[in-house]
């Protein structure tokens, strides 16, 4: 009987474990998602300014 309570807590213990790590890989995923997004729309950004930039330097350079 003993060995089958133990049996029982090792199963539920490999299964908790399991959670943990499907926890923790779900969570670097979503931070690896959010990471690429906000890099796409920095970088986006960073586009879209620099182009501000050369027009207003290109109309002072005509003006």
Known sequence: RRFVKQEKAGARNTSFKQLI???LTSKLVWKLL???AIGKTV?????QTTKQVLKTLKKQKYS
């Not at 970088?43 to 586009?47: G, I, K, Q, R």
């Open 21 to 23: 790590l499907y926890n």
């Open 43 to 47: 970088l986006l950004l960073l586009h």
């Open 34 to 36: 959010l990471e690429l």
